[in-house]
């Protein structure tokens, strides 16, 4: 649980050897990001209800913003 929402440069170095991190980070980092883009992006979905959950915090007069540590992309 103490890894989730780290980025690649945080969790690689959490998860793997010194040695190994100072070799191989970007190509791991590379092939993180292209794997989640290939085979996870495409199967996100909204939960079930956001629409209404959304509509009814607009209507309460709260907006709704997005926060992410995530690349542009």
Do not use: N
């Not at 085979?39 to 209800?49: D, S």
């Not at 956001?50 to 997005?66: Q, T």
Request: charged share 25%; glycine share 10%.
């Amino acid at each position: 649980r103490g890894q989730i929402g780290k980025g690649g440069d945080d969790l690689i170095p959490a998860l793997l050897p010194p040695e190994l991190v100072a070799r191989r980070q970007k190509e791991i980092e590379s092939y993180r990001s292209a794997l989640f883009q290939c085979e996870y992006l495409p199967r996100v979905r909204p939960f079930a209800g956001v629409r209404p959950l959304f509509e009814r915090i607009v209507g309460s007069g709260a907006r709704i913003v997005l926060a992410t540590s995530a690349k542009q992309p």
